[in-house]
């Protein structure tokens, strides 16, 4: 099994940064691709970006399209931990943000999707005021 902890979320005015930080332990091995989403109110949760891990996957990182231009993903293998800096933040922004991993690897859109992933995080809130 794999647990997943989030951190980095806060309140900040609009045009600002956060980053977003996702901890891994337990069964890391199994992991082949993470991805951050987020349950923005009145839309269901969405994928905004993945990365695959470990040396076979290679370093393949996808962003969608309605935030691409502000996100920017990372991740410190030595410390199991994935980042998401998010820049020029908007009040559509605000929402819970979740971290997930899969022991597949992710290619396209088709990883976007939320019902693809084994394990979640309980989520970090991010308030974007404007």
């Known amino acids: 099994h794999v647990q997943l902890v989030e951190s980095g979320g806060g309140s900040v005015q609009a045009g600002g940064s956060l980053r977003l930080s996702c901890a891994a332990s337990?069964?890391?091995?199994?992991?082949?691709?993470m991805g951050w989403f987020r349950h923005v109110p009145g839309i269901e949760r969405e994928g905004i970006a993945y990365i695959n891990v470990g040396n076979t996957g290679g370093d393949t990182i996808y962003y969608a399209d309605s935030v691409k231009s502000r996100l920017t993903l990372s991740q410190d293998n030595a410390k199991n931990t994935l980042y998401l800096q998010m820049n020029n933040l908007k009040p559509e922004d605000t929402g819970m943000y979740y971290c997930a991993a899969r022991t597949a690897y992710c290619y396209g859109l088709t990883a976007l999707s939320k019902s693809t992933y084994d394990f979640w995080g309980q989520g970090t809130q991010v308030t974007v005021s404007s």
């Open positions: 337990g069964a890391t091995g199994s992991i082949h691709c």
